[in-house]
């Protein structure tokens, strides 16, 4: 198993940046490809990004890439969300995800563990 632990989030302005963090603990790390999703009230939880075990391969969201940058630190056990240029429909909780699959996958019912989330605020 993997316990899997977000931060970073909070009120950001409009046009203003945040990193958030997902820290594992638990199993090795690197044996999982991790994804970012968000969601917001009344919204069913969106994909937005993903990366491999090794950081070699990431997906976006079409309309986030180039604004959003996932990254990890296998060596910390964390894979990080860049966000910036934050619009206040990027306000949601976002969650971070691992899974065993080679290529990350964007469905969350591919996911086998999950965090607690962390809240995202952005102001007009």
């Known amino acids: 198993q993997v316990q899997l632990v977000e931060s970073g989030g909070g009120l950001v302005q409009a046009g203003g940046s945040l990193r958030l963090s997902c820290a594992a603990s638990g199993r090795t790390f690197s044996s999982y490809a991790v994804g970012w999703f968000r969601q917001a009230p009344g919204k069913e939880r969106e994909f937005v990004a993903a990366?491999?075990?090794?950081?070699?391969?990431?997906h976006y969201a079409g309309s986030l890439k180039g604004r959003f940058t996932i990254s990890r630190d296998n060596a910390k056990n964390t894979v990080y969300l860049q966000m910036n240029s934050l619009k206040p429909e990027d306000a949601a909780v976002y969650y971070c995800?691992?899974?065993?699959?080679?290529?990350?996958?964007?469905?969350?019912?591919?996911?086998?563990?999950w965090g607690q989330g962390t809240q995202v605020t952005v102001s007009s």
């Open positions: 995800a691992a899974d065993t699959n080679t290529i990350p996958t964007k469905w969350p019912y591919e996911y086998d563990y």
């Open positions: 990366i491999s075990k090794s950081g070699g391969v990431a």
